[in-house]
T-cell receptor
Framework: GAVVSQHPSWVICKSGTSVKIECRSL??????MFWYRQFPKQSLMLMAT?????????EQGVEKDKFLINHASLTLSTLTVTSAHPEDSSFYIC?????????????FGPGTRLTVT | GENVEQHPSTLSVQEGDSAVIKCTYS??????FPWYKQELGKGPQLIID?????GEKKDQRIAVTLNKTAKHFSLHITETQPEDSAVYFC??????????????FGKGTHLIIQP
């Protein structure tokens, strides 16, 4: 149980285009999902908290108009990187918070490698 | 906000020996401390966690200890095996208290198990 998937696993796009990344909880409902970014050989940095049915909460320094988050259902959150630039190239990882007794735990997806050329 | 420090950044041990990774945190309100293992190109995998109402937790070869007074927690891996080689991250959060309870991660420890 507690499996989280991401799609795509990797994507290459041209500068100025937009890219959508999907995060799904496969075997449980997740009212809260989180989006993290990880640069090579660095730690994970929280970008935003995604709550089903409401607006996302962004961390300081993260542009909400550039990183659009939609959490339309209890099993799906999407991150859209708009007008991508080479500096947006990174490993984007989502996590989903467990339910009930596991509400403290976060389960991570396999990540999406974004390369902007 | 929360700040998590993790040491060492790299740890090399002989197969069969023990490995210890230490973390400190700054926000006394944090009450949930998970440890993740990340292999190259993959997402982090939860290996063990501890809540602030517990001082120690063990799961087979892995154990975590927490000292809330000193605001530090440690990961202990005994009888290390080659497959334990990976990057390990500690993290802290306010738990499931609602609101912004995302994880603050340490910088990671690259654990190398020497055969």
């Amino acid at each position: 149980g507690a499996v989280v998937s991401q799609h795509p696993s990797w994507v290459i796009c041209k500068s100025g285009t937009s890219v959508k990344i999907e995060c799904r909880s496969l075997d449980f409902q997740a009212t809260t999902m989180f989006w993290y970014r990880q640069f090579p050989k660095q730690s994970l940095m929280l970008m935003a908290t995604s709550n089903e049915g409401s607006k996302a909460t962004y961390e300081q320094g993260v542009e909400k108009d550039k990183f659009l988050i939609n959490h339309a259902s209890l099993t799906l959150s999407t991150l859209t990187v708009t007008s991508a630039h080479p500096e947006d190239s990174s490993f984007y990882i989502c996590s989903a918070r467990g339910a009930g007794e596991r509400s403290y735990e976060q389960y991570f997806g396999p990540g999406t490698r974004l390369t902007v050329t | 906000g929360e700040n998590v420090e993790q040491h060492p950044s790299t740890l090399s041990v002989q197969e069969g020996d023990s490995a210890v990774i230490k973390c400190t945190y700054s926000d006394s309100a944090s009450n949930y401390f998970p440890w993740y293992k990340q292999e190259l190109g993959k997402g982090p995998q939860l290996i063990i966690d501890i809540r602030s109402n517990v001082g120690e937790k063990k799961d087979q070869r892995i154990a975590v200890t927490l000292n809330k007074t000193a605001k530090h927690f440690s990961l202990h891996i005994t009888e290390t095996q080659p497959e334990d080689s990976a990057v390990y991250f500690c993290a802290a959060s306010l738990g499931a208290g609602g609101g912004a309870d995302g994880l603050t991660f340490g910088k990671g420890t690259h654990l190398i198990i020497q055969p």
